[in-house]
């Protein structure tokens, strides 16, 4: 095969891609500016196809000439962005730091209970993976009634800090075996003890790993539904709950809809294209060596 | 549960002298704060099965008293073991958290699936045995949605082979290769409720989404995506595709680029043609990073249930139910905790079984044991 047309075929399929992948993207934030007859027309490019119009901000008060009004659906949409916040920060926090520490035992010394052993424990951990929320779905319901935690924000931050922590101990876990143990050794000798070790010495050196699983965990928590659509109703509920009950008795409002989902999505964007080198190095993590 | 001590045997051996004082000390601390707990825990019980009248008025009080267990039995293993005490504190967090908040609800799941318990209704739990696993084993639309996980985790295959062929396109000698990698991945990150909404139900919308708008212009009269059953499958599928085929290409492209370079040349020269080169040396070498790839993508997909619940809620009449989807439903229209429990841990079971013979056939393929 002659070398142009190979590199044509190859940019050719790589832009073919690149559409699939990011037209829908596209899409949701273009609809945004979309009134009905543009959305009932299927008009795809704005100023050409379409004159895009401030409906879908407006529907979340975030229109130019409502940004600086009293608005209900601001306030509303502005409660369940913060609780999407405090939800996916509060749990990575939580799951990093639990996390590290036990990635960090389990890397360095050796635990015997009983029968078990680090690699039962790391076992243990990583086989929370396997398990589907639905198995834990009824049973958290249940107990978070029994509890008061239904629809509160710390019974949520609780569940997903539970869901992200098998991730942060695998990435901490290897992230720890690359230092080499020496470090802690000289600092020992030094008059430092394990903990100071830990804290002063490797938790530095582990940075870009720690950034890494909490990217991760952010994400994964960020655009989780299915716990929060179970558990959650009028006070903690998160962004994408309230993206899933749009619809009213006239239908779908399509420009309010894709307004919200920009919302939930823009932020994930925007951590994708600047700390891609940390999200790549966060899903390689031991599948890798 | 038992407060034997995590022996901590460390690298480096060392061994803490801790009198004999602060060994008791420790102790007294765990066993006092152990039995504590337990008062605590039965005079709950009592309580709430009004047997006694003391009592608090949730459960609340018992997970606080959990966390504060928990804390004295830090403490305590740090006063009677020292330097091992120490160690153990590391892990321990992680362990008493993951118990408390996987194991117990899993066996109370088990006591939960062999009731009768409507959260809406006033009269509240009942016994009724082995109800609930002769109501599954009737229930087509639990066989149904087992049938469509077996095509779901099937098609995991077919996005491996895409992901595989885009990975090899970023790995080729390309310009802006950085922009094509940020590109591909944004899918994963989407929320799948948004991906739900704005592509299930907008883009794929009969009378105005651009897609069946484009499935007419190539001459498909009537676009039925979503109401025809075989083709709703395929379309959550294709869906699930399009969110999911980053997570593999990326770590198939890590493992192409972790091949050597003089791998990589050997692969294009020696004669041989690039599909050549490519099935006798590339995808040979990438056969560890693909096994691992595959088997983690297929754990997750047994997961899959935002955008079924979302885009065609199961239907047309459970063609597209996964087993969440439909565990979903089942507690949303008859708010029965107790059927939908014994779903999910009859499935559980299922996917144990499932996912550990999988381990056994792959595990000597990976390069490291999941």
């Known amino acids: 095969m002659p070398h142009a047309l190979k590199r044509s075929l190859i940019y050719g399929a790589l832009i073919i891609w690149t559409v699939i992948a990011l037209f829908p993207i596209f899409w949701t934030f273009s609809t945004t500016f979309k009134v009905a007859k543009d959305v009932q027309l299927g008009h795809i490019i704005p100023w050409v196809d379409f004159k895009p119009a401030w409906l879908g901000l407006r529907a979340i008060g975030l229109s130019p000439d409502t940004i600086f009004t009293e608005s209900t659906p601001r306030a509303e949409f502005v409660k369940r962005f913060w609780n999407s916040i405090q939800a996916s920060f509060g749990a990575s926090f939580l799951a990093l730091i639990v996390g590290s520490m036990a990635a960090y035992g389990l890397s360095r010394f050796q635990y015997r209970w009983k029968i078990w052993k680090n690699n039962d424990i790391s076992f243990f951990f990583l086989s929370q993976l396997i398990l589907p929320p639905v198995v834990l779905a009824m049973p958290f319901l249940v107990l978070y009634k029994e509890l008061a935690l239904l629809d509160s924000m710390l019974g949520l931050i609780l569940i997903y800090a539970l869901s992200v922590l098998p991730i942060v101990i695998w990435i901490m876990k290897d992230q720890f075996d690359t230092i080499p143990q020496e470090l802690e050794q000289a600092a020992m000798v030094d008059g430092c003890s394990v903990w100071g070790a830990f804290l002063l010495i490797i938790l530095p050196i582990a940075l870009p790993g720690m950034v890494a699983a909490f990217i991760l965990s952010v994400i994964l928590c960020w655009n989780e539904y299915f716990f929060a659509a179970l558990l959650t109703s009028t006070n903690a509920k998160t962004l994408p709950v309230m993206v899933a009950s749009q619809t009213g008795s006239q239908g779908i409002s399509w420009w309010s809809m894709a307004a919200l989902s920009s919302a939930a999505i823009l932020p994930l964007i925007i951590i994708g294209v600047f700390l891609e080198r940390y999200i790549v190095k966060g899903l390689t993590t031991g599948s890798v060596k | 549960m038992t407060t034997q001590a995590i022996d901590g045997t460390g690298h ?359």
Do not use: H
């Open chain 2, 12 to 370: 480096d051996a060392v061994s803490a002298v801790v009198s004999p004082e602060r060994r008791r000390l420790g102790s007294l601390l765990i066993r006092s704060a152990t039995l504590l707990l337990a008062l605590i825990t039965i005079g709950q019980t009592l309580y709430a099965y009004g047997i006694t009248s003391i009592g608090f008025a949730n459960w609340m009080p018992i997970l606080v008293a959990y966390v504060l267990w928990s804390a004295a039995l830090c403490v305590g293993l740090i006063l009677r073991d020292g330097e091992a005490g120490w160690r153990a504190l590391f892990v321990l967090p992680a362990i008493l958290f993951t118990v408390a908040l996987v194991i117990f609800p899993t066996f109370f799941g088990l006591f939960i699936a062999f009731s009768d318990w409507n959260l809406q209704s006033a009269g509240g739990r009942s016994f009724n045995g082995l109800d609930n696993f002769y109501q599954l084993i009737a229930d087509e639309y639990f066989w149904n949605a087992l049938l469509n996980m077996v095509f779901y985790v099937a098609t995991v295959l077919v996005q491996y082979a895409i992901a595989f062929g885009l990975a090899l396109l970023l790995n080729a000698d390309i310009k802006a290769q950085k922009f094509f990698r940020v590109a591909f991945l944004l899918p994963f990150m989407l929320s799948p409720v948004a991906v739900s909404w704005m592509i299930g139900k907008s883009m794929l919308e009969f009378r105005f989404g651009p897609v069946t708008n484009l499935l007419r212009f190539f001459g498909w009269e009537n676009p039925s995506l979503l109401t025809t059953p075989w083709l709703a499958k395929s379309t959550i599928a294709l869906m699930d595709a399009w969110v999911w085929i980053p997570f593999m290409m990326i770590l198939i492209l890590a493992g192409l680029q972790a091949l050597s370079k003089e791998v990589q040349e050997a692969a294009k020269v020696d004669g041989a043609t690039g599909w050549q080169g490519f099935w006798e040396i590339t995808f040979p070498l990438m056969l560890p990073v693909s096994v691992t790839t595959v088997v983690l993508r297929i754990i997750f997909q047994l997961k899959l249930a935002d955008i079924v619940i979302n885009t065609t809620a199961g239907g047309p009449g459970g063609a597209t139910d996964t087993i969440s989807s439909y565990i979903f439903r089942v507690y949303k229209d008859r708010s029965n905790v107790g059927y939908g429990t014994m779903i999910a841990e009859v499935y559980l079971i299922l996917i144990i079984i499932f996912v550990a013979l999988l381990l056994k056939f792959t595990s000597k393929y990976m390069q490291r044991d999941a």
